[in-house]
Every structure is written in C-alpha cells, then in structure tokens.
C-alpha cells in the first residue's frame, strides 16, 4: 500500500509541484534555482528508470524483488527529493545573482534625427 501512495506521489504530485515551483521560483535565490533544476532532472531520470523498471520482463514479478520494487514504485518520489537536495547543495556555492539577473543594460542613446537637430539649434 505504501509503494503505491509512493507512486502515486511520484507521479502526480511531484510534477505538480515542479509545475507550480517553475513559474512562482524564477526570481529567487540561486539556491532555489538549484533545487528546482535538481529536482526536476533526478525526477525525470527517475520516470525512465520507473518506466523501464516497470517495463522489464513483468510475467516474473514476485513480492521478493526489493530493488524492483524501488525502482518502480519509490524512485520518482525519492529521485526527486534527492535531486533538489542536491541542486540546492551545488548551486549554494555561487549563491550570488546571475550576470544580468533582475537588472537590465542601460540603453545607448540613439543617435539625433535630422527633425531633432533643427528643433534643438532653433
């Protein structure tokens, strides 16, 4: 019972969040950026391997097969944990903004028309 809640979680409620956390996270710390990046690659690693786990030979599935049972049920739940752990580790480092984050270039100045040239001389 709790492999499949764990699944299901995995399944539905992860990208879920990551769906929500993508847009409402664009502006926050470097941290923040890591974890959602990490969470959503190990999350994504995590349904191939589910997916392949779950795909392999199903006629000899026994209550036994421990890693089987990971892979397929748990891994996408727990990949998806890890990885934002992970991506809020390594992105910690440089946790100040990115070049060009927040803030825009000043503009150059265009250069004058001729209808301004005579409207500023006059």
Request: hydrophobic share 55%; proline share 4%; net charge positive.
């Amino acid at each position: 019972m709790m492999g499949r809640i764990a699944l299901l979680l995995g399944l539905f409620a992860a990208p879920a969040f990551l769906l929500w956390a993508g847009h409402h996270w664009r502006h926050k710390s470097a941290r923040i950026r890591g974890a959602f990046w990490g969470g959503l690659l190990a999350h994504t690693l995590a349904a191939l391997i589910a997916t392949v786990a779950g795909l392999y030979r199903p006629a000899e599935w026994a209550a036994s097969d421990l890693w089987r049972g990971f892979f397929g049920l748990w891994s996408m739940l727990v990949f998806f944990a890890i990885g934002a752990a992970i991506g809020a580790m390594r992105s910690s480092r440089d946790d100040a903004p990115r070049s060009g984050a927040g803030r825009s270039r000043p503009r150059a100045a265009a250069p004058a028309t001729g209808a301004e040239r005579t409207t500023t001389e006059a």
